[in-house]
């Protein structure tokens, strides 16, 4: 019996629909429990998915937003390239190209067929970062100019071929500083595939594959219509935003423009990005997949937050983005910090959407991952390191809520910042201050969240990179709300050495040197001066704001 001749009844259309979300979730467990990088196992930089025979999102984890925007695309561009008839029980497919996967190169791609009773019925993907990929800098380079230095650059290429893996593991091991770790989050990730397919098996064999496809038309039906229904909501006109990069990390001195239109008809909308800036020397750079990514995210936010995404999402979207643009980048443009641009195009969606639903949007993010990276030779285990760490900062205030304070940034959704035990007890580094950024969000009727100071002190010789943004526009307020400020990095603060700056490559850091990293706070929104008394009066009483803010954008002098 064909699909679109069974009718499945509701209550096995919300079985099948929460067994393929908890499957996704099995999967993103075994791989976080398995990986050996901190960064996967402790901050979750990764995501995983099952993804029907066209490739739609059937279920996916928590995870970081820009990922599963676009890891449909991997599965898509074997078949694009070598036809339908390519899969094969027991291949395993791996894919980290930045124009195809749309990321950096340390984002790697895995995915595989999944056949029931030779069938196939699906993919099971997952993508996970990998802590060094042969870059001309250990981890990734902060001033890479062309594609070529950024490392090892795959596919889509067969890793595993009826069942065995091929000498693309041996290239892996060759190509990167760090091959027991990258190979055994290879395995970590191969695992999460193999509990996608035991699941995904366990559904078809219960339900019947017609049953579960039939289940699925509804569940994207339903995601469609919803979807329709709110964008209906918006009044049809053509709307504006933009904003700059700081730099592209070679040409310290250009801001690099983002412009975004909105045009909203009926239950349809698009959003168009082809008058942004031509790709850049420098690695702020991605492909064109993950600019439509971007822009899903900044879509579902207003549009759809408390659902799943699947394959239904996103139907009433369209996206324009042109080639060789910064957001449509071509080889052989860098592509490392890919993400700088799409953080500020996330928020550009409800600035420029802001007029025409004011009671959705939010002010502007602290927007930026505010990376720090560190490598070098521990002497307390005999080897050598490498980490990247994101920084925290403060989201915008939205109509009824101040903004959160200490949050990673929209980008990376689900993905958290390292311990401080964890910091100091795998690296030669100690964490000697952790704190709310005193007075960093906007102020307003409702307050920007706060940014974040967090201090490192360096107990070995080492070197540090950093790529911090969004110092020339910083988290904007809405409705009469005040910015946020912006970051700022402070190289031993307070002597005759300090130093400040946003970005730097592979500096050279000594034993004792001093790292205050301060990120940024969320823009406040409405006025200022209908901020309730009681609100800031218990901002002063935390240490979110001191009296001299309170005086200076409230007019408040406290208690007493």
């Known amino acids: 019996m064909s699909t679109n001749q069974i009718r499945v009844d509701p209550v096995t259309v919300e079985i099948i629909r929460n067994a393929l979300t908890s499957a996704a979730n099995d999967m ?64 395993i497919w791996i894919l980290n190209d930045s124009y195809l996967g749309g990321t950096h190169l340390n984002d790697v791609t895995i995915f595989a067929p999944v056949f029931v009773e030779e069938v196939l019925v699906g993919f099971s993907a997952a993508r996970a970062h990998w802590m060094d990929m042969g870059s001309k800098d250990v981890g990734g380079s902060m001033d890479s100019i062309d594609i070529f230095q950024e490392g090892f650059r795959m596919g889509p290429v067969k890793l595993v071929e009826a069942g065995r893996e091929t000498h693309v593991v041996d290239l892996i091991q060759t190509n990167g500083r760090f091959p027991y770790q990258t190979i055994g989050d290879m395995h970590a990730m191969l695992a999460a595939m193999r509990m996608g397919s035991i699941r995904m098996d366990e559904l078809v064999r219960r339900y019947g594959l017609d049953t579960l496809n039939a289940a ?40 690099v423009p983002i412009k975004l239109k909105v045009t909203v008809a009926d239950d349809e909308i698009e ?30 936010i207003l549009i759809s937050p408390e659902s799943n995404s699947n394959g239904g999402s996103f139907r009433p979207l369209t996206t324009r983005v042109r080639t060789g643009s910064v957001l449509g980048a071509v080889s052989p443009a860098p592509c490392q910090w890919y993400f700088s641009h799409l953080g500020l195009l996330i928020d550009m969606v409800s600035k420029a959407l802001a007029p025409a639903i004011p009671v959705r949007v939010a002010a502007a993010s602290h927007g930026d991952s505010m990376i720090i990276t560190t490598t070098g030779f521990d002497p307390r285990y005999g080897r050598n390191w490498v980490s990247m760490e994101a920084t925290l900062g403060g989201w915008g205030a939205w109509q009824g809520s101040d903004g ?8 990376n959704g689900s993905l958290k910042d390292f311990p401080v035990e964890l910091v100091e007890t795998k690296f030669p580094l100690r964490i000697n201050s952790y704190t709310i950024r005193q007075d960093s969000g906007g102020a ?37 709300g005040k910015p946020g400020i912006g970051p700022d990095i402070a190289i031993n603060p307070g002597t005759l050495q300090e ?45 979110y704001i001191s009296t001299e803010f309170a005086q200076a954008h409230y007019g408040y002098s406290g208690h007493g």
Request: hydrophobic fraction near 35%.
């Open 28 to 91: 993103n467990a075994t791989l976080i429990r398995s990986a050996y990088s901190p960064i996967i196992y402790e901050g979750g930089d990764c995501v995983v998915a099952l993804l029907d025979v066209n490739h739609q999102v059937l279920g996916q984890s928590a995870g970081l937003p820009l990922f599963l925007g676009n890891i449909e695309t991997c599965s898509m561009a074997v078949e694009k390239k070598h036809g339908a008839e390519v899969w094969r029980e027991g291949d």
């Open 216 to 255: 699925r038309d509804e569940i994207f039906q339903q995601t469609e219509i919803l979807e329709r229904k709110q964008v209906r909501a918006i009044p049809d006109g053509v709307y504006y935003a933009e904003g700059v990069l700081d730099n592209d990390g070679i040409n310290l001195e250009q801001t």
């Open 271 to 300: 959003f168009d990005v082809t008058e942004s800036a031509d790709q850049t020397r420098g690695p702020v750079n991605c492909g064109a997949a993950q600019a439509v990514s971007a822009l899903r995210v900044g879509f579902k």
């Open 404 to 411: 959160e304070s200490a949050l990673i940034n929209n980008v």
């Open 444 to 480: 307003g009727t409702w307050r920007g969240g706060n940014g974040v100071t967090r201090e490192y002190e360096i107990l070995t010789d080492c070197v540090v990179g950093l790529w911090f943004e969004r110092s020339q526009t910083p988290s904007w307020g809405l409705f009469g």
């Open 499 to 543: 130093l400040h700056t946003l970005k730097a490559n592979a500096r050279q850091a000594r034993k004792g040197d001093i790292f205050r990293l301060q990120v940024g706070g969320g823009g406040g929104y409405g006025d200022p001066v209908n901020r309730d008394p009681a609100a800031i009066q218990y901002d002063l009483d935390n240490g």
